[in-house]
């Protein structure tokens, strides 16, 4: 199983209220939690990223704005990695892979949101960088979309992105697998 939890971008504006909600992201979030406590349960490590648009016509997870905040349910703790980014790609511009690289040989597990976005930018990119790559798919969420004038529910961008994922660039797998399989983590 991974040894390094990194959850991306599970910050206020993707929920209901927030300037870009997504589909589901209370219930991802949960899942999120549950990993997180059972990454600190087992004293390994976890890296949370957040996203700071500074971009004048952004819209949201604007610095300085209650929606740029991380969910109350995933707060870093004292001694708990926070890199923050301005890309969808987590790596892109950032000391993420110096944090990973203070856990050698590290395999990662990823949770968070955009499914379709920065979840699908940064595990692409981990995967690129030679980590094996483990994705909750629970524990992440995506926004309804649309193209051409097709619509796109939520649920079937995040099922599309998991899919295409686990198809070549990680393993997929639920919370409750996670959690049942406890005694493999190491």
Do not use: W
Not at 18 to 39: Q, S
Not at 73 to 98: C, I, M, W, Y
Not at 153 to 179: M, N, P, S
Request: with cysteine.
């Amino acid at each position: 199983m991974p040894d390094v939890l990194v959850l991306v971008d599970i910050q206020r504006d993707y929920f209901p209220g927030g300037r870009m909600p997504l589909v589901g992201p209370d219930a991802a979030a949960e899942c999120a939690a549950t990993l997180l406590a059972h990454f600190r349960a087992q004293g390994l490590p976890v890296i949370h990223v957040r996203h700071e648009s500074l971009e004048p016509d952004a819209g949201f997870l604007v610095p300085g704005t209650p929606g740029a905040e991380l969910d109350p349910r995933v707060v870093p703790l004292a001694g708990e990695a926070v890199v923050v980014k301005r890309h969808p790609n987590s790596f892109l511009q950032t000391d993420l892979q110096a944090e990973i690289e203070r856990h050698p040989d590290a395999s990662l597990m990823v949770a968070g949101m955009m499914t379709s976005m920065c979840v699908d930018a940064t595990v692409r990119a981990a995967s690129d960088l030679g980590y094996d790559v483990t994705v909750v798919a629970d524990a992440c969420a995506a926004p309804d979309l649309e193209f051409a004038g097709t619509q796109v529910a939520g649920q079937a961008v995040h099922a599309a992105f998991i899919c295409a994922l686990g198809d070549a660039y990680a393993d997929v797998v639920i919370t409750a697998d996670v959690v049942s399989r406890s005694g493999e983590l190491s």
